[in-house]
């Protein structure tokens, strides 16, 4: 699939993480490979978001490793993680509501000389040079989703699909190259269900993106996903194609309950 | 006619106080208790520089920045770790700890007795001592800080204040270092409201800790609140309203005892009728 062959974007090594003697995530290993979709799929509670939050920096892990093409992160916080190119979005959309869609996206770029206070005294010039550059990309990413006519509404105005289509162009805008989406198709209508499906394709096929994405709409899974992970009680159960997960699945299914 | 003058140098000297507080409380959404505390070490180091140095206006001016700005760190650092409630805990706390060293430490500040004979500013051969020249100085020092805070507001490091305010858990996951715009933007406002704070102390040629209790503070954040969080020119407007009323109430012929209690009652009603009718304030913030 994607055009760099295939090394390794995002290395988990035996992760574990505990709450109040609940474990959460138990010895967790994989390795996630540039330009592959990968599904996240489980019941609830089965540690899918956990993991989310321990690769970007938000929950600590109680022991493991991770390496993000080739350093270690973890132990780093969220910003540096972000800054590094692990962009997400959150099951429970999160946007800058009162803010106008147009600054949600500006807020999302890494680098903005405008946002150092020094440089808007003693350089202004550069801080408007970065700030014109990010609205063109910006303006550019609103019309890929399709929100241009709602360029300055604010945020909260937008219906629940767009505000998903938002969010997207968000994680897209930071520019990281592994993109983790938790439910990126959970309670869309249908045409907007297709819209950020072919998103997502076309982002690996295009733009050689790394995407892991947690999904229970197994749809979705069958259509874009190169592999398929199935976890339930912190652990990963399979692992394979859309396919063999669905087979192996279904009498794991029957094998437990 | 000088009494309109001492009127307008004083809603000069709140504009200050609170287009500062609206940047840390209006736009990054950090509601600070502190900031008479922050308005009172500007005015105390002038005072005390100007009564045993001598030296001149615009050098203490400076000096009283910075060391706001200095003292401000100290607090920004371990509060502002903390989320919302307890933030403000923590600056409440600050302020009465402010208050205190002022009050008691009288070898240094003469507690409550106060700082009396505060000489009055020379800048550059220019003699500031009356109320014209108070309000000419007044009025370049409001300009100044309001087109430094306006350069904040509209600016990409404005817009991540305003993202803080929203979602700090997003801002972070999109790569913002919260911790630092929070930490600048609170050292900001702290260094400006100093400026408010040094141009009162010279005004009034005296100053005593009662200027800088907590009320004083939450009549800053109520001018901020009631003009319009988010929005510099609600701060401005907000000043000349919460400024002005009190005044108005001495035309109606109440006697001083009754008006001074009047005053906090009417500030009182009014922070009820804009929280319930209007609470973006007069004028909220631009989408």
Same mark, same amino acid.
């Not at chain 2, 409201?193 to 939450?218: C, H, K, Q, R």
């Given at each position: 699939?994607?055009?760099?062959?295939?090394?390794?974007?995002?290395?988990i090594s035996h992760i574990s993480k505990t709450f109040d003697g609940i474990k959460a995530l138990n010895d967790v290993s994989?390795?996630?490979?540039?330009?592959?979709?990968?599904?996240?799929?489980g019941p609830n509670g089965a540690g899918k978001t956990t993991l989310f939050n321990i690769i970007?920096g938000f929950i600590k892990p109680d022991g493991g490793r991770i390496?993000?093409?080739?350093?270690?992160?973890i132990g780093?916080?969220?910003?540096?993680?972000?800054?590094?190119?692990?962009?997400?979005?959150?099951?429970?959309?999160?946007?800058?509501?009162?803010?106008?869609?147009?600054?949600?996206?500006?807020?999302?770029?890494?680098?903005?000389?405008?946002?150092?206070?020094?440089?808007?005294?003693?350089?202004?010039?550069?801080?408007?040079?970065?700030?014109?550059?990010?609205?063109?990309?910006?303006?550019?990413?609103?019309?890929?989703?399709?929100?241009?006519?709602?360029?300055?509404?604010?945020?909260?105005?937008?219906?629940?699909?767009?505000?998903?289509?938002?969010?997207?162009?968000?994680?897209?805008?930071?520019?990281?190259?592994?993109?983790?989406?938790?439910?990126?198709?959970?309670?869309?209508?249908?045409?907007?269900?297709?819209?950020?499906?072919?998103?997502?394709?076309?982002?690996?096929?295009?733009?050689?993106?790394?995407?892991?994405?947690?999904?229970?709409?197994?749809?979705?899974?069958?259509?874009?996903?190169?592999?398929?992970?199935?976890m339930d009680d912190g652990k990963i159960i399979?692992?394979?194609?859309?396919?063999?997960?669905?087979?192996?699945?279904?009498?794991?299914?029957?094998?437990i309950? | 006619?000088?009494?309109?003058?001492?009127?307008?140098?004083?809603?000069?000297?709140?504009?200050?106080?609170?287009?500062?507080?609206?940047?840390?409380?209006?736009?990054?959404?950090?509601?600070?208790?502190?900031?008479?505390?922050?308005?009172?070490?500007?005015?105390?180091?002038?005072?005390?520089?100007?009564?045993?140095?001598?030296?001149?206006?615009?050098?203490?001016?400076?000096?009283?920045?910075?060391?706001?700005?200095?003292?401000?760190?100290?607090?920004?650092?371990?509060?502002?770790?903390?989320?919302?409630?307890?933030?403000?805990?923590?600056?409440?706390?600050?302020?009465?700890? !402010?208050?205190?060293? +002022?009050? &008691?430490?009288?070898?240094?500040?003469? /507690?409550?007795?106060? #700082?009396?004979? @505060? *000489?009055?500013?020379?800048?550059?051969?220019?003699?500031?001592?009356?109320?014209?020249?108070?309000?000419?100085?007044?009025?370049?020092?409001?300009?100044?800080?309001?087109?430094?805070?306006?350069?904040?507001?509209?600016?990409?490091?404005?817009?991540?204040?305003?993202?803080?305010?929203?979602?700090?858990?997003?801002?972070?996951?999109?790569?913002?270092?919260?911790?630092?715009?929070?930490?600048?933007?609170?050292?900001?406002?702290?260094?400006?409201?100093?400026?408010?704070?040094?141009?009162?102390?010279?005004?009034?040629?005296?100053?005593?800790?009662?200027?800088?209790?907590?009320?004083?503070?939450?009549?800053?954040?109520?001018?901020? !609140?009631?003009?319009? +969080?988010? &929005?510099?020119?609600?701060?401005?407007? /907000?000043?000349?309203? #919460?400024?002005? @009323? *009190?005044?108005?109430?001495?035309?109606?012929?109440?006697?001083?005892?009754?008006?001074?209690?009047?005053?906090?009652?009417?500030?009182?009603?009014?922070?009820?009728?804009?929280?319930?009718?209007?609470?973006?304030?007069?004028?909220?913030?631009?989408?």
């Open positions: 699939m994607g055009r760099k062959g295939n090394s390794s974007m995002l290395t994989l390795t996630l490979e540039r330009g592959k979709v990968t599904a996240l799929i970007n390496t993000y093409l080739g350093k270690a992160i780093q916080p969220p910003y540096i993680i972000a800054r590094r190119g692990i962009a997400r979005t959150f099951q429970v959309l999160r946007l800058f509501e009162s803010l106008s869609v147009l600054d949600n996206l500006l807020l999302s770029f890494r680098e903005n000389r405008g946002e150092a206070l020094f440089r808007l005294y003693f350089s202004p010039c550069s801080v408007l040079n970065t700030e014109e550059k990010n609205r063109t990309k910006a303006l550019e990413l609103i019309q890929l989703v399709g929100l241009t006519a709602k360029v300055s509404e604010p945020a909260k105005e937008l219906s629940y699909g767009q505000q998903k289509l938002l969010s997207l162009a968000m994680c897209l805008a930071m520019g990281g190259d592994l993109l983790l989406l938790d439910e990126p198709v959970a309670g869309v209508d249908p045409e907007m269900f297709r819209r950020i499906l072919s998103l997502i394709e076309a982002l690996c096929r295009d733009e050689s993106k790394t995407v892991c994405f947690i999904e229970h709409h197994m749809g979705a899974v069958a259509e874009v996903a190169d592999r398929v992970i199935f399979d692992d394979g194609t859309y396919q063999q997960v669905a087979k192996s699945q279904s009498s794991l299914r029957a094998y309950r | 006619m000088n009494y309109l003058l001492h009127i307008i140098i004083f809603i000069e000297i709140y504009i200050i106080a609170a287009v500062s507080l609206n940047l840390i409380s209006g736009y990054t959404g950090l509601i600070s208790v502190a900031h008479a505390a922050f308005y009172g070490i500007g005015a105390y180091i002038v005072a005390l520089l100007a009564l045993h140095f001598h030296t001149p206006f615009m050098l203490n001016l400076v000096l009283a920045i910075i060391g706001a700005v200095a003292l401000a760190t100290v607090v920004a650092l371990p509060s502002l770790r903390l989320t919302e409630d307890y933030f403000i805990i923590a600056t409440f706390a600050f302020q009465v700890i !402010i208050y205190s060293v +002022m009050n &008691n430490w009288v070898s240094f500040t003469s /507690g409550p007795l106060g #700082l009396p004979g @505060i *000489p009055q500013p020379v800048i550059f051969g220019w003699v500031v001592d009356n109320h014209i020249s108070f309000l000419v100085l007044g009025g370049i020092l409001a300009i100044l800080a309001y087109l430094f805070s306006w350069r904040i507001a509209n600016s990409p490091y404005g817009r991540v204040l305003k993202g803080v305010r929203e979602d700090e858990i997003l801002a972070e996951a999109l790569g913002k270092n919260t911790m630092r715009f929070k930490v600048t933007v609170f050292l900001v406002g702290s260094g400006l409201v100093a400026i408010a704070g040094s141009l009162y102390a010279v005004y009034i040629t005296f100053i005593d800790p009662s200027s800088f209790t907590i009320d004083e503070s939450i009549f800053m954040l109520s001018i901020v !609140i009631v003009g319009g +969080m988010g &929005n510099l020119w609600g701060s401005v407007l /907000g000043a000349v309203l #919460l400024v002005s @009323i *009190p005044e108005i109430l001495r035309f109606l012929g109440m006697p001083n005892s009754i008006a001074a209690n009047m005053r906090q009652i009417l500030y009182g009603l009014l922070l009820v009728l804009f929280m319930v009718f209007r609470p973006r304030g007069m004028i909220g913030e631009k989408r």
